[in-house]
């Protein structure tokens, strides 16, 4: 854990009311090492410490342990001129070491560091000398800050213009330096390559060209070349050469200037090499330097390709919207709208932010924010989203949210945090290229010594010691796990599939049981009532009117579905007075002089009533998976009831595919045994959890969980602790409520079909890293042994280190073209 060795540093404590809150914190912080005084401030609620080598992480972990919490913030900060993984690691551990940073991650593909940190410390322009100290620029602009409490993001907040922190797409101004130097360079080194190759194909050529004069001339164009456009290696390279970090910068810089130098002496002083190993080498040195920085732009371009995605969200948002203001009808650009303008939004236009119908009707395009190819009604009251497309009728919109606090811009910042996020499989890659460099430039130096014990010459040792240093470059070892995460999170936002953290990408490949809330996730959360059979001497049209009224204090879902039946048949409902639940049972009221109770067996057993006349048609309900009720009046047994929460048409469809995935499905109901046993036939589920309380989801997880990795698929809301239990938390959301704080994974959709498809993907992206991995590490593994052996030109070196980078990204990219598995399958049998 990174350690800081400031001597004073001030922590959040949340949760304290009184001074032996404080104490037992001061108790608790001075009681760690290193630690010398602490004062701990009720009124301000923060914790000043002194000390030497203070350990953020050590003193949270103390105040959490005393019973309090000490909430960390999250920062976010470019950096420019990272080329490598080591630049990456580099830069990591110079904020990591900062006062108050407990954790670092920098993102070789995003150029951008986020710091999780005590609040205040440090600040930006820490931030920024650190990553100077390690060679590297900070991007110009502002940080986005984003709380967090206990370990757990929370909402972030951001500037009111979702934009503010993307004036153009990310790397813009990167790739047009590169393509600028490149082409420059190209045109530089072409002349020397034409020379170099024609001499080897005629020989005529080779001793016309060869002489004082035209080695001059190679001279002038190597240096155009190596101290024009490829300054940018020896700006960044020698620096971290001398601080003892060299990276990738350093080994072109080395190579090419090794290249350059030995050529310079073969020049302008020949006499002090033997006649035999008097060649020059301007043209390698040229040549690896246009081929770097080729590869570097196509790699660039190939990033941005990769980010495409979150350019697509902030393209949404219109730019401009029309709105009633003073009596008149304006338009302004949509940065300036306000929570509660009217908006007028015409046929076809893009609604320019979340707002409530007032008036009209149409059918709105939410593709693009749920991954919904159907468009779906809206009308007065509905909620509509900003960047989704209208239909063809006339709306008249009320503002709910503007800026940052959007759908759009929340979407936003979930797909930046999971595309900046560090997966586990990336600990390996992390780990070689801390000491990859070094090794490196140590077996070049062995090379060269190697080839001059065995008499080969000064001129080809340093050949074969240019190759190692040229082929071992670590560009793609560095860009093998961050360009997937990015096309892979990119990808699914497109399909309203929303990571919100990038390890949720690799948790959520290793799952191998799918557990699933019943009630709004499987089924339309929306219970109708389906049966009701009164008892002799009784008649269903007065009946029903009577429940009704007994059930029309109650916010239930169940009553609800009682009184939509009576509403729907058109029933008066009289008054209920003296209305009294009972937990767990049912409920009684007085209606019309009746004494109304409604309620489960259990409840009609307390009131001494038997059941059995019931029992053949409790038992059919609950084998067809509906939930049996029973009414008594006047404290007679009047009517079984049947209530049933509809199953989703698509969730069958949705759970075969994950079948055909190979997943174990269980389900998770607070259904009695029977009912439930007799949903999870008709879906195929084979396990079940049953009379499941709300506050025993967490012990039911926990059961499923057994041996492997477990998702728990649920509402996001009445699920979130059972989202937190599992290894991996999923929430079916709706386009309208994306921060679901407890879950890993937020299909906007509210679609089952969505758990499959989050799956494939996080599959495919997994896949496709392995592979990114495979290749980076083989592509070393087989060329530098070829370079060692003098097999290898450093020109073919630098070509195929160029290529390795560009195969990586344009691996990942094969990504953007991902489909969701086919889900057709039949849908629910009755």
């Not at 000398?129 to 800050?145: D, F, L, S, T, V």
């Not at 039911?700 to 728990?712: K, P, S, T, V, W």
């Amino acid at each position: 854990m990174p350690v800081a060795t400031a001597t004073r540093l001030t922590l959040p404590v949340e949760g304290m009311t009184c001074a032996s809150c404080a104490g037992r914190v001061e108790r608790a912080l001075a009681a760690q090492p290193g630690v010398t005084g602490v004062a701990v401030n009720l009124a301000t609620h923060r914790a000043t410490v002194e000390g030497e080598a203070l350990n953020t992480a050590a003193l949270r972990g103390a105040i959490a342990r005393a019973g309090y919490e000490s909430p960390l913030e999250t920062t976010e900060i470019g950096v420019e001129g990272m080329t490598c993984a080591s630049c990456a690691g580099r830069v990591e551990r110079a904020l990591a070491a900062l006062p108050g940073v407990e954790e670092a991650a920098v993102n070789l593909a995003t150029h951008r560091a986020t710091l999780r940190h005590a609040p205040g410390t440090p600040d930006r322009t820490a931030m920024e000398a650190a990553i100077r100290r390690a060679g590297y620029e900070p991007a110009p602009g502002p940080e986005a800050h984003h709380h967090a409490h206990a370990g757990h993001a929370a909402h972030a907040t951001g500037d009111a213009d979702p934009h503010a922190h993307h004036a153009g797409p990310p790397g813009a101004g990167e790739e047009a330096g590169l393509r600028r130097d490149t082409l420059i360079a190209l045109a530089l080194a072409a002349p020397l390559f034409l020379i170099e190759m024609g001499g080897h194909l005629i020989p005529a050529l080779h001793h016309a060209v060869s002489g004082p004069v035209w080695n001059g001339l190679q001279l002038l164009l190597a240096s155009a070349v190596l101290f024009g456009p490829g300054w940018r290696f020896h700006r960044i390279g020698w620096p971290a050469l001398l601080r003892g970090g060299p990276e990738m910068n350093s080994l072109v810089a080395l190579g090419t200037l090794a290249a350059w130098g030995y050529s310079v002496i073969v020049t302008l002083a020949p006499t002090l090499l033997p006649e035999d190993q008097r060649h020059v080498y301007f043209e390698a040195a040229a040549v690896i330097v246009a081929l770097v920085l080729l590869g570097r732009w196509l790699e660039a371009r190939s990033r941005g390709r990769a980010s495409a995605a979150i350019r697509r969200l902030l393209d949404l948002q219109p730019a401009t919207a029309r709105v009633e203001r003073d009596g008149t009808e304006a338009e302004i650009p949509a940065a300036q709208l306000r929570e509660g303008d009217i908006l007028r939004i015409r046929p076809g236009e893009r609604i320019p932010t979340d707002a409530e119908v007032l008036e009209g009707e149409s059918h709105i395009d939410e593709s693009m924010v749920t991954g919904e190819s159907l468009p779906v009604r809206r009308g007065p009251g509905d909620a509509v989203v900003g960047g989704t497309v209208n239909g063809a009728g006339a709306l008249r919109l009320r503002a709910t949210a503007v800026g940052a606090g959007t759908v759009l811009a929340r979407i936003t910042r979930l797909v930046e945090e999971a595309q900046g996020g560090k997966l586990p499989i990336q600990a390996l890659a992390d780990k070689v290229t801390r000491v990859f460099v070094p090794a490196v430039m140590a077996v070049a130096a062995l090379t060269a010594l190697g080839w001059l014990a065995a008499g080969a010459g000064t001129a080809h040792a340093l050949v074969a010691a240019v190759a190692v240093l040229i082929i071992a470059c670590p560009c793609a070892m560095g860009l093998a796990t961050p360009v997937a995460v990015m096309v892979g999170t990119g990808r699914g936002a497109e399909l309203g599939v929303l990571f919100r953290r990038g390890a949720a990408l690799q948790a959520l490949r290793d799952v191998t049981t799918i557990a699933m809330d019943k009630t709004g996730t499987l089924t339309e959360g929306r219970p109708a009532l389906t049966d009701l059979i009164p008892a002799p001497g009784f008649a269903e049209a007065t009946l029903l009117p009577l429940v009704a009224a007994a059930e029309s204090a109650s916010e239930h879902p169940v009553a609800e579905a009682i009184r939509a039946a009576a509403a729907e048949r058109a029933l008066p409902i009289p008054a209920a007075t003296d209305t009294q639940a009972i937990p767990g049972m049912g409920l009684r009221a007085m209606v019309g002089g009746q004494r109304v109770e409604v309620g489960a067996d259990r409840f009609m057993a307390s009131l001494g009533l038997d059941v059995s006349p019931f029992a053949a048609e409790a038992s059919r309900l609950a084998d067809a998976g509906r939930t049996p009720l029973y009414a008594a009046i006047d404290g007679k047994l009047a009517a079984i009831l049947a209530v049933a929460d509809p199953i989703r048409p698509t969730t069958a469809p949705a759970l075969a595919a994950l079948r055909r995935m190979g997943l174990t499905l269980a389900m998770v109901s607070g259904d009695n045994r029977r009912t439930a046993a007799a949903i999870a036939r008709r879906l195929g589920i084979e396990r079940v959890e049953a009379e499941v309380l709300p506050e025993g989801k967490v012990d039911a997880i926990r059961h499923l969980r057994g041996a492997g990795r477990l998702a728990f698929v649920g509402d996001g809301i009445n699920d979130a602790p059972a989202l937190a239990a599992a290894d991996t938390g999923i929430a079916i959301g709706t386009g309208t409520d994306v921060a679901i704080e407890s879950a890993d994974v937020v299909l906007m959709s509210g679609d089952p079909r969505g758990i499959p498809t989050a799956i494939a993907l996080s599959r495919a992206t997994l896949r496709n890293i392995r592979q990114n991995l495979f290749w980076a590490f083989a592509y070393n593994v087989v060329l530098i042994p070829v370079a060692i052996a003098g097999l290898l030109s450093p020109v073919l070196a630098a070509a195929a280190m160029g290529l390795s980078s560009v195969f990586v990204v344009g691996n990942a990219l094969r990504l953007r073209r991902f489909t969701p598995p086919d889900i057709t399958a039949p849908e629910t049998r009755a």
